[in-house]
């Protein structure tokens, strides 16, 4: 479908796949992935409206952006368009300055308070439950890795999660504590189903590791919060994810649990080597800074416009 511009306007940006144009004006849309293309399972798209709607788009674009060189890259070979009419930006996460200058102590008593955890005492994984996320393998290998920390998943529910719920629930994660008045129950592995933006940047501050094993991604926003928020991550060797990480990340195969179990149990153990990535980590969130985004994206308007 396409629309006459009202005259006062030269670029129309979808920041999503959508099947629109401007007619007179410079059309720019955004792909973040093509998962529904490359994990077809993984999804509840119609895959071939899908198709249609992205080779219409890149058909007819004056120019596509994406998110990552990866899907940049995939985009290119799937759909053959010329680099020329391809432009990767990257994403930027913008945390407050509030969030990041809380000390230790502050957030340690912000987690213990609402959540009963303790600082730097658990893992945390950061998303929707849904297939591509692999969560019920991660929660495999956190069985296996034999931690005696918990694993807190905050996210809700996606689609098609039925065996993560079911593994989530499983029994061996439960256990009982008699803290001196009442037996208490206890869980090894937790969901929490939606947290407030300010107690989930504490929530991560406070981790010991977040582990992001995700079977594919378009860029990854959960390694890049957890990069500026200075916490040790665990994330995959497929897609984006090495890209973004850029070696201030442990690198696992999403496809084997014993890769992510042993790698749970390396950060569970080296305190050098968590110190080591959270400084590193950083250091490459500085390069998706909001400042830099725009500076890409500035590019690609004026490109069109000049």
Known sequence: MSIKSDGHHD????????????????????????VPLRLPYSTLDNKRYFYRVIKDIVRKADHIVTVSEFTKRDVMDVFDIPESRISNTWQAVAIEKSFLDL????????????????????????????????VSRMVEAFAASGTKRPLVLVGGLGWQYDRDVETLNDERFQSWRFDGERIRA???????????????????RG????????????????????????????????????????????????????????????????????????????????????ERYSERMAAVYDGLLK
């Open 103 to 134: 000390n230790d102590d502050e957030v340690a008593n912000i987690i213990a308070h609402r959540y009963g955890l303790q600082f730097r005492e658990y893992f945390l994984f950061l998303g929707a439950i849904e297939p591509k996320k692999n």
């Open 11 to 34: 670029l129309f940006h979808a920041t999503r796949p959508i099947p629109l144009a401007v007619k007179g004006a410079a059309n720019v849309y955004t792909i973040h992935d093509i």
């Open 207 to 290: 981790a010991r590791a977040v582990l992001f094993p995700s079977l594919y991604e378009g860029f990854g926003l959960p390694v890049l919060e957890a990069m500026m928020l200075g916490t040790p991550t665990i994330t995959s060797n497929t897609s984006s994810l090495p890209e973004v990480a850029g070696g201030a990340a442990m690198l696992v195969d999403p496809y084997k649990t014993e890769s992510i179990r042993d790698a749970i149990k390396t950060i569970d153990a080296d305190a050098d080597l968590r110190v080591e990535l959270a400084t590193r980590g950083k250091e490459r969130a500085a390069f998706f800074s909001p």
């Open 186 to 204: 206890e869980r090894s592995v937790q969901r929490l189903p939606y947290v407030p933006l300010a107690s989930l940047m504490a929530l991560i």
